[in-house]
């Protein structure tokens, strides 16, 4: 393991009031001069993740203690770097940073390193290899759904059999590029995504075709094997072309739109050898048919397709033989080559103008790709026709040097592809991802499942009385780009309820100025005159979570006047757990969805609220709040209002918080002893639930406000009690409790129990648990009504 930047203990990060005075500051300059994170590593706020793994690499094989080792100040340097680089690499931290400077961060991020060794050799391993695609969580499941083969390599830096492999996959790489893609995923920085994959040992190497299973590659990790394996996924027939049936095949294709490439094999040995054939085909799948002929069997025919400037000819749709000026001959046997010669002499896409645009995209769905100059689109967008074929989305390109006025309406201002989704011309989103054949197809096909829209100031929902989630972005901002795939995920779900727009605000500046926009992305929900900013995870479940809480809230917005009346003049009985907090505060935005859980979790148990102190400066003052966020409890009597505790606790996550929250609530269970098992349990004539458990078990002590919940609920209506199996072994045993914690019903039928070792219910949630028992007890209500109780 490398160094540990941080000594002693470290406390929750919370920021004092003293730093308001700095709050408005931080909105317009991140942090000072100097010591701006993007300054440190040398990279643009538009940096991606790949260029700022690559600039901190750099830095780190010079800047690194361990070759500065007469630099006392080494250490502290190079953790400044570290952290601005663990900071930027992680899309929620980037953001909060990009809004609030290091004020928004947690102070433990960036405190641990590695050795130099680490980022020499193991750090990285194909970043610098153009022919591998690193992917990540965030576009691995689009890489794979694309339509195209992937041949995905996952590797742990550490692994000492991926670092022999990586010479070997560089090399594959090159020779299969452009037939298939190639892809590197790093299970140290993507653990999550290499464990839901069911990746257990390194390296493992993975073909990925979309709709079918991923098929493992289990033989020689060398370059003829892998050759070999991904080889047999290009099925594209590869056709034999005589006399019998050349003239049938060329038709038949030439009426679907489809050319051929023809090698003729000579004594010349001029043709182009089975497998480039085959890379071939797979390379040009859905654009030209790819097939040979044997010119010594089939002189005849050879000499009728004037076989005189190359062996290999491409012979566009509608071409004839004797028409060779239509005919592009190929002088090199490079796959490589012929794919780009081939793509550039190919029709190029459909051109649509003013006067067609509006009647052509009425009723169907179409990506458009924007030019600015009177050349076509990248020869590579012709592949988007074949790939798109079966999602009926259709493909064109509009010339903005042409068609300037139009562009202008849709305020087009630079080359973009953008999915209309056969709704007229104002439903339409603009792609903001990489430029790259498989980015483009995964964007269109969720985009016309999809419910997002691009806006401009003619459609933006300023006025409209349906609800609106508007998302605030800069295209060239990393944590954007990740945020939009969830939004079209959220429209899904949402579909019909509300609505989703985006808005680029460089190119809207001064409407994004009109709602104060200072930090990209940001998230606003317009519900008629009310705004709500979104300071979830960005995920499409934690916005379904913070609408549904705008919807049902779950947290009560407090002010000095209500928190007097509702806190502090709370009912008997009653507690309250509330959220002290600034919203520029990085720390308290990380909790904000935390905290609405939470709410959730314990309603109908505690009641919880949240009080803006940026707002209420002085009223938080006057209660004694001094840093942010503060978490207290108000419970017990209500002779003492002002008696509260403080959460101190490091974890500020929905289920910790939960725990705390609960343990301050008097118990509704029972401890249980031998004797008490034996005489109110077994002989009783009560229902019971109970808790079987040890002290020392993780999970019982995870269990335990869970089953307070449950005996709340079903207070009145069955006993509920706790026997601790450490305690007393011999009962735990004698009830055949085996694991901990154990949860069993002791249902009571009259003169007898339903079972005497109780049943087990396999299940740890209060609810489902409480289902269940209400269930037995609806079951067993008619027999009780009809067996006559036993006499006192």
């Known amino acids: ?30 942090c000072a001069e100097g010591s701006d994170y993007y300054q440190l590593l040398g990279v643009s706020r538009e940096a991606t993740t790949r260029e700022i793994r690559q600039a901190f690499k750099k830095l780190a094989l010079t800047m690194h203690p361990d070759k500065n080792p ?16 663990e900071v930027l690499k992680d899309e929620d931290l980037r953001k909060k940073y990009d809004k609030y400077g290091e004020n928004g961060l947690d102070e433990q991020q960036g405190g641990r390193y590695e050795s130099w060794n680490y980022y020499r050799y193991d750090f990285g391993i194909y970043d610098d290899d153009l022919e591998i695609i690193t992917l990540d969580s965030g576009d691995f499941e689009a890489a794979v759904n694309s339509g195209e083969i992937w041949f995905v390599n996952f590797y742990s830096p550490r692994c000492s059999h991926c670092h022999q492999l990586a010479p070997t996959w560089r090399e594959f790489a090159k020779e299969m590029d452009g037939v298939i893609r190639i892809g590197a995923v790093n299970c140290g920085d993507n653990n999550h995504l290499c464990r839901r994959k069911g990746i257990n040992s390194y390296p493992s190497l993975y073909v990925y075709r979309a709709g079918q299973r991923p098929e493992k590659f289990t033989g020689e990790r060398n370059k003829d094997d892998l050759l070999r394996f991904s080889m047999q996924f ?124 509006k009647e052509k995209l009425a009723h169907h769905r179409w990506l458009i790709s924007f030019t600015f100059s009177s050349g076509s689109a990248s020869s590579e967008y012709k592949k988007l026709r074949a790939l798109l074929r079966n999602d009926h989305i259709q493909v064109g390109r509009v010339d903005c040097a042409a068609e300037r006025q139009l562009c202008q309406s ?10 209309f989704k056969g709704l007229g011309i104002n439903d339409f989103e603009i792609h903001h991802g990489k430029d790259v054949l498989y980015n483009i197809v995964g964007f269109a096909r969720e985009s016309v499942r999809a419910h997002v829209t691009t806006l401009r100031p003619d459609n933006f929902p300023s006025n409209r009385k349906e609800p609106w989630l508007v998302d605030f972005f800069a295209p060239w901002c990393p944590p954007c780009r990740a945020l939009l795939p969830e939004l079209r995920k959220a429209s899904i779900q949402l579909a019909g309820q509300m609505k989703f727009g985006t808005l680029d605000c460089t190119v809207h500046p001064d409407l994004c100025s009109t709602y104060n926009i200072q ?39 407090l002010d000095p006047s209500s928190f007097s009346d509702k806190v502090k003049g709370r009912a008997e009985g009653q507690t309250w757990a509330v959220d002290f907090y600034a919203p520029w505060c990085g720390p308290c935005q990380a909790m904000m969805p935390e905290w609405r859980r939470m709410a959730r979790m314990v309603s109908g148990q505690i009641l919880v609220g949240s009080l803006d102190c940026q707002r209420f400066q002085t009223f938080c003052q006057s209660q004694g709040v001094r840093a942010y966020p503060e978490v207290r409890l108000y419970a017990g009597s209500t002779k003492q209002p002002d008696r509260y505790a403080t959460y101190s606790g490091w974890s500020r996550d929905a289920q910790t918080l939960r725990a705390w929250a609960l343990s301050s609530l008097p118990r509704a269970s029972v401890d249980l002893t031998p004797g008490t098992f034996r005489s109110q349990v077994l002989s009783g004539r009560d229902h019971w ?64 129990r339903y079972e005497h070792s109780g049943e087990h219910i396999n299940s740890r949630d209060a609810n489902t648990i409480a289902d269940i028992i209400r269930s037995r007890l609806e079951q067993l209500s008619p027999r009780l009504h009809s067996t006559p109780k036993d006499e006192l």
């Open 1 to 30: 393991m490398g160094s540990t930047a941080v000594h002693g203990v470290q406390q929750p990060a919370r920021l004092t009031l003293s730093s308001l005075l700095l709050a408005a500051a931080l909105l317009v300059a991140v």
């Open 70 to 85: 007469g630099d006392a100040s080494a250490h502290d340097k190079f953790l400044k770097v570290n952290r601005a680089y």
């Open 234 to 357: 290009i099925t594209t027939t590869v056709t034999e072309l005589w006399q019998g049936n050349v003239f049938t095949e060329i038709e038949a294709a030439f009426s679907s739109g489809l050319g051929w490439l023809i090698t003729f094999c000579c004594d010349s040995g001029d043709c182009l050898e089975p497998r480039t054939r085959q890379k071939l085909a797979g390379m040009l799948d859905g654009l030209v048919k790819v097939g040979w002929m044997d010119c010594i069997l089939q002189q005849q025919l050879c000499d009728s397709f004037q076989v005189s400037s190359g062996s290999t000819a491409l012979f566009p749709p509608g071409s004839a033989v004797d028409q060779q000026d239509s005919v592009l001959w190929l002088e090199t046997l490079d796959s490589r080559e012929i794919y780009k010669q081939v793509l550039h002499h190919l029709p190029d896409l459909d051109l649509l103008s003013t006067d067609t645009f």
């Open 410 to 419: 849709l305020y087009i201002q630079k080359p973009c592809v953008a999915v």
């Open 519 to 557: 930090a990209y992305p940001t998230t606003v929900i317009f519900n008629g005159s009310s705004l709500h900013e979104y300071e979830g995870h960005h995920s499409a479940d934690g916005i379904l979570e913070f609408i549904q809480d705008l919807v049902n809230p779950s947290v009560v917005v």
């Open 689 to 752: 639930v109970l808790d079987f458990y040890a002290p020392w078990c993780g999970p019982c002590q995870h269990f335990a406000p869970e089953f307070e919940i449950l005996a709340r609920t079903l207070k009145g209506e069955v006993r509920s009690g706790k026997v601790d199996c450490q305690a007393h072994y011999e009962t735990c045993q004698s009830a055949g409790i085996t694991a901990y914690p154990t949860v069993r019903f002791y249902a009571y039928r009259g003169s007898r």
